[in-house]
Nanobody, 118 residues
Framework: QVQLVESGGGLVQAGGSLRLSCAVS??????YAWFRQAPGKEREFVAA????????KYADSMKGRFTISRDNAKNMVYLEMNSLKPEDTAVYYC?????????????WGQGTRVTVSS
């Protein structure tokens, strides 16, 4: 069984930074991603990475501002967010899939809320 627990959300002013963390227990191989869901909107993809750290991918609106990384020794996945904008306000979710580069994400964390004030 896999458990994902996010942390690091909070309130930040526009232009500020936050680092979200995802603690992984159970199966650790495969692929990881961050998604987010803003109030009244559908969940959207933010960034993805394999457990080996290969193939980081980002949604276009996050490129250059967000960085996804992982620490195998600590079983952690991170999302560093810089130059935050009010439109980045959302609940951010960590997700895992069995295959590194393809397939559905079938394990999800409970989410951590990020609020960016203008």
């Amino acid at each position: 069984q896999v458990q994902l627990v996010e942390s690091g959300g909070g309130l930040v002013q526009a232009g500020g930074s936050l680092r979200l963390s995802c603690a992984v227990s159970g199966r650790t191989f495969g692929g990881y991603a961050w998604f987010r869901q803003a109030p009244g909107k559908e969940r959207e993809f933010v960034a993805a990475i394999t457990w080996t750290g290969a193939n980081p991918k980002y949604a276009d609106s996050m490129k250059g501002r967000f960085t996804i990384s992982r620490d195998n020794a600590k079983n952690m996945v991170y999302l560093e967010m810089n130059s935050l904008k009010p439109e980045d306000t959302a609940v951010y979710y960590c997700a895992q899939r069995p295959m590194a580069l393809v397939g559905s994400y079938n394990y999800w964390g409970q989410g951590t809320r990020v609020t960016v004030s203008s």
